[in-house]
């Protein structure tokens, strides 16, 4: 919720000498003067080596009143929660579209429906327009949940656009007072090895280039015209976009891109249809374009060390061939479900981040040799039952996490050889087995699970004895009610049959 120190450095100090503001009350906190701000701490932060004029009381006041609508936003916000995950989002507008058209087909029907014999026009327009009131107003309540979905995401989205605007704001404020390094680079001209570069590329075809740590800052447009080019490795560099015209690069199939100033990536990217490497970790992307799902070649993606907050929704269903995924070292809250799908897929990195947990279905990943979600700390709580089904698991590593039982199916990873549980308050299975290594682990689980299973077959069987026992004593109420009645028909028969009277019996004595 609040802006990280590390990209928002003057605008997280200005809001942490800020005192809890409401929406509601914006202006009620009394000792709270915002011509005066409260003194800074004995102890300077260390923006203060940058900025040594931030604790002069009126550049602090000026820059508290420049960023009040972040401080409300930021109260708000953290009033209606957290930000929902790119699925929620995604799923949200896909109901939304579900229920439109569910609402014209209904009153597409409404329109057509014959008008009854026995009531007249005036009645059943009355009619049509009641009916038709009802079902937008059964609509919008069905429509109301996902709505607030999409709002609420909105709501972050603008309050990210709204940080981004305050630190520029802060930064010209600081500037004006004269306290500001002015020392701008300028943007560089084009490196003559780039230009070089070029030139060799008209007249002969070149397959490989390699741009790895030049310091260039942006790569011209005309790159996308070497059209042979098989390999392009710019990592180590200062770029900070990726130019449209790199689609050009039709036969491309390894692109490096790491360790640049990436704030996004082109949407173009998704027509390099042989793409089957790519690299663009350790820039500073939090998300990434729905077309790279195009790039349907891949093979290994590393997009780690960024800033991804989610990753696209269909990526698991379009990369059908990829075989190892980095998303270490970002802030992904989860995994697509869509993940499930990629069943080619032998080593999956996601540790450093935000998971709360894996997807239900990740048993799927039949082939999967190397999952490693540690260090997602206090967030990932658990794993799915179905991880028992990843025959093929090697490597596992689950450290530093708050995980306190393994799945019951854990035993059933039997080519697992390395296994890292560290800093976990697991209860099963204790520390003492941990200690002894992975085939104890498996040992102790499949004894666990054999003990459940036992047990819940006692309680079946004793749930069968209970139905039989039942089901005999019913039995034999049964039949001796069957048979009670067959005796006592046959007693009132011989007491009762109609027939001649023997006269011997109506004498009289």
Not at 247 to 272: F, T, Y
Not at 375 to 394: H, M, Q, V, Y
Request: aromatic share 4%.
């Amino acid at each position: 919720m609040d802006p990280h120190p590390k990209s928002y450095p003057l605008l997280s100090y200005v809001l942490s000498r800020l005192p809890s503001i409401s929406s509601s009350k914006p202006h009620s906190d009394p000792p709270f003067d915002l011509e005066q701000p409260p003194p800074a701490d004995t102890d300077p932060p260390p923006i203060f080596d940058e900025m040594p004029n931030l604790s002069h009381p009126k550049v602090l006041a000026s820059m508290t009143h420049a960023i009040y609508d972040v401080a409300q936003t930021r109260s708000l916000l953290q009033t209606l929660g957290s930000r929902p995950d790119h699925e929620s989002v995604d799923m949200a507008r896909s109901k939304l579209a579900e229920i439109d058209s569910g609402l014209s087909k209904s009153l597409e029907e409404l329109v057509l429906s014959p008008r009854p014999a026995e009531v007249d026009q005036a009645e059943w327009r009355v009619h049509l327009a009641e009916e038709e009131q009802q079902i937008r107003q059964e609509a919008e309540k069905e429509k109301s949940m996902y709505k607030s979905i999409l709002q609420l995401d909105e709501m972050h989205e603008a309050y990210g656009k709204l940080v981004k605007q305050a630190e520029e704001k802060l930064v010209k404020i600081y500037e004006k007072a004269g306290e500001v390094d002015e020392n701008f680079e300028q943007i560089e001209e084009i490196n003559p090895e780039v230009i070089g570069i070029l030139e060799d590329a008209q007249g002969k075809g070149l397959e490989r280039v390699d741009l790895c740590g030049r310091k260039l800052r942006f790569l011209p447009e005309a790159f996308g015209r070497i059209s042979g080019l098989i390999s392009l490795n710019l990592s180590g560099n200062q770029l900070e976009f990726i130019p449209d015209s790199i689609a050009g690069l039709q036969k491309l199939e390894e692109l490096n891109v790491s360790s640049n100033l990436l704030v996004s990536l082109p949407d173009s990217i998704g027509l390099l249809q042989n793409l089957k490497i790519l690299d663009v970790s350790g820039n500073k992307l939090n998300a990434l374009p729905d077309s790279i799902c195009h790039c349907r070649s891949l093979i290994e993606l590393d997009v780690s060390f960024n800033a991804l907050l989610y990753l696209p929704t269909n990526l698991g269903n379009e990369l059908g061939n990829l075989q190892r995924l980095s998303v270490y070292l970002n802030k992904l809250r989860s995994l697509p479900t869509s993940i499930c799908r990629m069943r080619s897929l032998r080593f999956l990195d996601a540790h450093f981040n935000e998971l709360r947990g894996l997807p239900d279905d990740i048993g799927r990943l039949t082939n999967l040799e190397v999952l490693n979600v540690r260090c997602n700390f206090s967030d990932l709580t658990a794993l799915p039952e179905t991880l028992g089904e990843l025959i093929n698991l090697k490597e596992l590593d689950i450290s530093n996490n708050q995980i306190n039982a393994l799945p019951d199916s854990f035993s059933r990873l039997e080519k697992l050889t390395k296994l890292n549980l560290d800093q976990n308050p697991l209860v099963f299975p204790p520390k003492e087995i941990v200690d002894q290594g992975v085939d104890a682990v498996k040992i102790f689980m499949a004894n666990r699970r054999a003990d459940k299973l036992a047990e819940e077959e006692r309680k079946s069987m004793m749930e069968i004895n209970e139905v039989e026992e039942t089901g005999w004593l019913t039995r034999s109420a049964s039949m001796l009610k069957s048979y009670a009645s067959v005796v006592g028909g046959a007693v009132s028969g011989y007491l009762g049959a109609a027939g001649p009277r023997d006269p011997v019996l109506d004498q009289e004595r």
